[in-house]
């Protein structure tokens, strides 16, 4: 039996390096995922962080791969009490220009198995990148608040 | 051993509505789906089929509309013309539409796979539903989904 992983590809109107600088830059992230600013200073082994709006860091791991603008893989998990004997799992962009669009592919793997990490991450990531999508398409992210994944828990 | 399932989750900007008939409006559909349209009458048990917009007897994928709950619900069983009839070679394909504070969240459920069509339409699903969301919120599709593609899917 193969251990879960998550994949979700999409295909975005604008350059590599814009795509590079919303996946990176904090200031930009916050507009997009559901407000937490990402935190690193994108160093090989350098810390990783999500911070809320109120300053407190959601989720935390380590930067394991930056090679701008085409690849970016970062560990993370959850703090919350309820992935307390769970790992950080590793998610992987890859950022390929296609004519004037970007494919954009996430990867994320390493999770425990039974575990409920999977589960979060797996209704997270199709908000966060339709909003970034629609942020970097039309200037406006989607006002998807963090309360809607909770809802069919 | 289950047949492979293969589900993409998309949020866009636009109500319910818009989103179902943009599924089923052949002049919407060729936009963003490589110039291809879905024809039916979208009764319960009527026949449809994904055909060519600009040669209509050119048939790709057809089946049986299993149900049709406009906006939110719209079930399809999904074959190619050769294979339709046989059960080891259809599938299945379920839109569930439902609103999420204020933006519209589109979840494809396509299950009951074989390994040929899980193979064909893992890479149809991303780009397909990428200009689906690209057209409804910006007016335009993504313009290497208004051609077709080689496959002809």
Not at chain 1, 42 to 59: L, Q, Y
Not at chain 1, 119 to 147: C, D, M, R, V, Y
Request: aromatic residues 12%; negative net charge; hydrophobic residues 35%.
């Amino acid at each position: 039996m193969s251990k879960p992983e998550f994949i979700y590809v999409t295909y975005i109107e604008t350059t590599a390096e814009k795509l590079w600088h919303a996946l990176t830059d904090g200031e930009f992230t916050a507009r997009y995922w559901f407000g937490a600013r990402l935190r690193s200073d994108w160093k090989v082994g350098s810390s990783f962080e999500m911070v809320r709006s109120d300053g407190t860091v959601s989720d935390a791991g380590k930067v394991v791969e930056c090679d701008p603008p085409r690849r970016l893989a970062y560990t993370f998990i959850n703090l919350s009490d309820k992935y307390k004997n769970e790992f950080p799992a590793l998610a992987t962009f890859v950022l390929e220009p296609y004519g004037k669009l970007v494919k954009l592919t996430l990867t994320q793997e390493g999770f425990v198995e039974g575990g409920k990490f999977y589960a979060g991450i797996s209704k997270g990531w199709p908000a966060i990148l339709s909003s970034l999508k629609s942020i970097l398409e039309t200037g406006t992210p989607l006002e998807i608040p963090f309360e809607a994944l909770k809802m069919n828990d | 051993m289950p047949k492979p399932e293969y589900v993409y989750v998309i949020y866009i900007d636009a109500p319910c509505e818009k989103v179902f008939d943009a599924l089923i409006d052949p002049e919407m559909n060729k936009e963003y789906w490589g110039r291809h349209c879905n024809l039916s009458d979208w009764k319960t048990g009527s026949r449809w089929q994904h055909a060519d917009y600009d040669d209509r007897s050119k048939v790709v994928v057809t089946g049986t509309v299993i149900e049709s709950d406009r906006p939110h619900r719209l079930v399809l069983s999904w074959a190619r013309p050769e294979s339709l009839g046989d059960p080891d070679k259809t599938s299945r394909v379920t839109f569930s539409i439902d609103e999420q504070f204020g933006s519209t969240r589109l979840t494809v459920v396509h299950d009951e796979l074989d390994t040929e069509m899980l193979r064909a339409i893992s890479g149809g699903w991303p780009p397909i539903l990428s200009s689906l969301k690209t057209l409804l919120e910006t007016g335009e599709s993504l313009p290497m989904t208004r051609r077709r593609w080689k496959s002809g899917n």
